[in-house]
């Protein structure tokens, strides 16, 4: 009877933490730099421009970490941004959004009409200034940079 006590817990506590977790699929995403600087025109909010491909094993982990968090924190720093997500053949092609390097997962923010601002990026690493590894450094980042544009 324990045994089952004990499983039984696990599955609601398993489910419980899930089931307030955004996964990365269902979050709304730019999916183009020009979509996103037309929104940007009437809202006046910068672009956050994520960047991965399909097969890279740290965008998958990235991605992951969406489905693990229950908390409201991205969603929050994300209403100060177009936020957008450019996958594979997607990328762009402007040295702009490849400041240290083509490394990927990189996040670079630019203003209003598209132009990467390099500046906003890890001050604590000497390289990958743009990656950030999971949904709270992520987070961290939009929010840092949010103020630092005045949003």
């Known amino acids: 009877m324990s045994k089952l006590f004990i499983f039984a817990t696990i599955c609601i506590i398993a489910f419980i933490s899930t089931a307030f977790a955004k996964p990365f699929d269902k979050i709304k995403w730019f999916t183009s730099i020009d979509s996103a600087t037309d929104a940007a025109a009437e809202n006046g909010k910068p672009l956050m421009v994520l960047i991965t491909k399909e097969y890279c094993g740290a965008c998958k982990n990235l991605k992951a970490s969406f489905a693990k968090d229950t908390s409201d924190k991205f969603d929050e720093a994300a209403e100060n941004f177009n936020i957008v997500h450019l996958a594979d053949d997607a990328e762009p092609k402007s040295a702009g959004f490849r400041p240290d390097g083509g490394y990927i997962p990189r996040t670079i923010f630019a ?37 630092t544009l005045g949003q």
């Open 111 to 147: 203003d209003v009409n598209g132009k990467p601002l390099p500046e906003i990026k890890q001050t604590t690493r000497q390289q990958h200034q743009y990656f950030y590894h999971d949904v709270n450094s992520l987070t961290t980042a939009m929010n840092s940079a949010a103020k």
